[in-house]
């Protein structure tokens, strides 16, 4: 089992910028990918971004390339999710997930573990 809680959520102006934690715990392995995901109130839950526990590998939805960075930090189990030039269509539920595979994934039925999610709330 891994256990995935994210932080860092919260209100922003447009323009804005927010950093999201995704500490993960448990039976984890090298070969992991994780990713971000989003959901807003209505819409189906959305590719934000992956990367890969081993070397660092990113890949980005299309909506957030170029605004958004992620990265991992092995040595404290944690990834993160960099989020600049906030607009108020980055307004959703963002979601921290793992897959025990290395792939560039972008369907939420690929994964396997999810955490709680993390509310961001751009205003306009």
């Known amino acids: 089992q891994v256990q995935l809680v994210e932080s860092g959520g919260g209100l922003v102006q447009a323009g804005g910028s927010l950093r999201l934690s995704c500490e993960v715990s448990?039976?984890?392995?090298?070969?992991?990918?994780m990713a971000w995901f989003r959901q807003a109130p209505g819409k189906e839950r959305e590719f934000v971004a992956s990367?890969?526990?081993?070397?660092?590998?990113?890949y980005y939805g299309d909506s957030v390339k170029g605004r958004f960075t992620t990265s991992r930090d092995r040595a404290k189990n944690t990834i993160y999710l960099q989020m600049n030039t906030l607009k108020p269509d980055d307004t959703a539920v963002y979601f921290c997930a793992a897959r025990p595979a290395q792939g560039r994934f972008t369907s939420p039925r690929a994964y396997d573990y999810w955490g709680q999610g993390t509310q961001v709330t751009v205003s306009s």
């Open positions: 448990g039976r984890t392995s090298i070969s992991y990918t």
């Open positions: 990367i890969f526990w081993s070397d660092g590998f990113t």
